[in-house]
């Protein structure tokens, strides 16, 4: 498909200068608020366990308290961090997010076939920093725009690409969810891909295992499983189908409630994702329908809203995009009580404003369904018109 190029809607020197703007505002804020970036300490204290042979699954880290939860394998590649003071850390993460995010708004830009200029690529990064999911991906240093990176940048390389697969599998060796779209290859009959990814996955799990055998045994038979020590599922920073029905039903330990909904949703979302017409519309189905089965899916892991404002507008869905741009700048979910466990005691009309991501992402495969069927539909009708006039052709 033949690439077009998007007319800049802003003078050539005014973007950089919003985009200069933009992230020295936010780093004045992290600077009066003395942001700690607490995952990247994590990330920090996880490198210096792999280094020196500490329990890296034993380690809390931050006056939260917060634990390792990554394979082992990213633990080898936080080693590096290490090596930098806190301050000069913390400076290299905020302007490498910088570099990620303009990443990410120019492979969303491909995902819908586009090239943007850079005074529009200025511009839409700039803009792109407030989303919630993302400010809040700056603000703890955390590496959802580099894994979402990697995984746009591998599934939008050219059919037959050399080694195709492999980043995806690489990916998932950071953080296990990416392995959900070696399900979508396969489903859409990328058969190669999807077992490249799978043995980029499984070589990041060997050489965690020849380098971290302990860790890697603790990981992959009992901490995967242990979602519970990630953090507290009903709280509104998860913005997962278990957060909304746990928050619903003011119950902790929502149970079959919101496991069997999980699993009709999975097999909703992955099977129209596998039938879908559009690449683009399959990788978003698939990315929300993995951020909606997930246990727990932080409001900061949704980064992928910059893609989906990126499809809609190429669709020309300019008000969906503006509601849904808005969904994700009002940070509606910080606004209702949410300290000590008030987020088990909100009224029915605060629900939607605390999980605001989750019920977006309900209405993705149902507007997906509806396209498709009119698709199927549309497609009848020419079919029926087609087989009527060769009929009245066939009669003279």
Known sequence: MRKRTVTPPFPALLAPLLLTVSLCSFAALCVLHRAPMADLLVYRAEGAAALRGGDLYGL??????????????????????G????????AAVLAGNALLL????????????????????????????????????FLFGQVNLAVTCLVLWDLLRPPGARAKGLVLGLAAGVKVTPAVFVLLLFLRGRKREAATALTGFAAT????????????????????????????????????????????????????????PAAAVAVAGVGLAARARRDSHAVLLTAFTALLVCPISWSHHWVWCVPLLAVLLAEGRVRTA??????????????????????????????????????????????????????????????KTTCSRSFRSARR
């Not at 803009?127 to 991906?137: D, G, K, S």
């Not at 913005?239 to 746990?246: D, E, H």
């Not at 509606?332 to 009309?349: C, E, I, K, R, Y």
């Open 205 to 260: 799990a060997l050489l965690g295992f020849l380098l971290l055998p302990a860790a890697s045994t603790d990981f992959w038979t009992r901490r995967l499983y242990e979602t519970g020590r990630v953090g507290k599922a009903w709280i509104v920073d998860n913005q997962s189908l278990q957060g909304l029905v746990a928050r619903a039903l003011h119950d902790p330990v929502p149970g079959p409630a919101w496991v069997l």
């Open 60 to 81: 809390t880290v931050t006056r939260w308290r917060l634990p390792a939860t990554y394979p082992p394998f990213a633990a080898l590649l936080f080693v590096p961090a």
């Open 102 to 137: 303009a990443g990410l708004v120019a492979l969303s830009a491909r995902l819908v076939a586009r090239r943007l200029p850079p005074s529009l690529l200025c511009t839409a990064t700039a803009l792109a920093l407030w989303l919630e999911p993302v400010f809040q991906t």
């Open 83 to 90: 090596w930098l003071p806190v301050p000069a850390l913390k």
């Open 322 to 383: 503006a509601l849904v741009g808005l969904v994700f700048t009002a940070r509606t979910m910080w606004l209702v009580p949410h300290s000590g466990a008030q987020d088990l005691q909100l009224a029915w009309w605060q629900q939607p404003l605390a999980s605001p991501y989750a019920i977006l992402a309900l209405l993705l495969p149902v507007a997906c369904g509806t396209m498709i069927s009119r698709q199927n539909h549309s497609n009848e009708q020419t079919g």
